[in-house]
């Protein structure tokens, strides 16, 4: 099991490296976005030179926010070729897999719709992955894409595609979490997990591990159930790198609770 942190975009891409490092992080989980973090604002090169010189990993990841599933086509295409950029950059550093978030924005039109522009748009983004030797792994998303049966909307017809799974995700807008329930499913196409917490309902919080109701050793339990030994990504948001690094220790100690206590990737691990 590898631990990684992600960098916030509004903050220098190598400064973040460096306090990973600092606090012993095994890999960054990069986003690529505005303003400080956008492509055209980072250079390839001296980030891979950063990971090389703190022995750090990478894996990949793009905003949420981006329109791949709009019915207006000039707003899908402009997602698409966004997201192309991103995936040059991410080949150029050395990123194995990076995540996309399926989009909601046809829904209000109908579901239907949404899945096939969502489709489209995976199809063009996973053909731009192999030509740049990037992976792209599909992360799931509350309300919308949050269950086996919705995640296979997307997941069934493009075999390709690896799965993201978010656990803290997993916990909002449903009844249950459905990390088990997506990993019974597609647990072999399991590439890179996000561990946060939240209370529930529909509030993405990003807290610090064992702040809410998130159920962190059942998660733990289900992900090895399913193999998995790869990366996972401390996607706490706060201002205080004190939260991550106390998190950093709470998923250590859990994961070492039965007896687990090596540190390595799995072969599905979508670390660098």
């Known amino acids: 099991m590898l631990i990684g942190g992600m960098n916030h975009p509004g903050h220098d891409v190598v400064e973040e490296i460096e306090w990973m490092a600092e606090i012993g992080l095994d890999f960054i989980d990069l986003t690529l976005e505005p303003p400080r973090a956008a492509v055209w604002n980072v250079d390839a090169k001296t980030i891979r030179a950063a990971l090389e010189d703190h022995g750090l ?18 707003l899908r295409r402009a997602a698409v070729d966004e997201i192309k950029r991103c995936i040059e950059v991410f080949g150029q550093i050395g990123v194995a897999w990076v995540n996309v978030h399926p989009d909601r924005s046809a829904n209000i039109i109908e579901r239907k719709l949404a899945i096939e522009r969502n489709i489209r748009s995976l ?29 296979a909307e997307l997941l069934g017809p ?18 249950f979490n459905t990390a088990e329930s997506i990993l019974q499913v597609y647990g072999a196409r399991l590439r890179h997990v996000h561990l946060h917490d939240n209370k529930g309902g529909n509030a993405d919080l990003h807290l610090p591990l064992g702040t809410g109701t998130v159920d962190l050793a059942g998660a733990l339990r289900v992900l090895k159930k399913a193999s998995y030994d790869g990366t996972i990504t401390l996607e706490v948001f706060t201002s205080d790198k004190h939260h991550v690094a106390y998190s950093r220790d709470v998923l250590r100690q859990a994961w070492e609770a039965d007896g687990i206590t090596e540190t390595k990737p799995a072969t599905s691990c979508a670390c660098t």
């Open 57 to 74: 990993g990478v894996v990949g990841h793009t905003a949420y926010y981006l329109p791949l599933a709009s019915a207006f086509e000039s």
């Open 123 to 151: 199809e063009e983004l996973i053909v731009a992955g192999r030509d740049h030797n990037v992976g792209i792994m599909l992360e799931n998303t509350p309300g919308h894409f949050n269950t086996a049966s919705q995640m």
């Open 158 to 175: 493009l075999p390709e595609l690896g799965l993201h799974l978010d656990v803290g995700h997993c916990n909002l807008l449903t009844e």
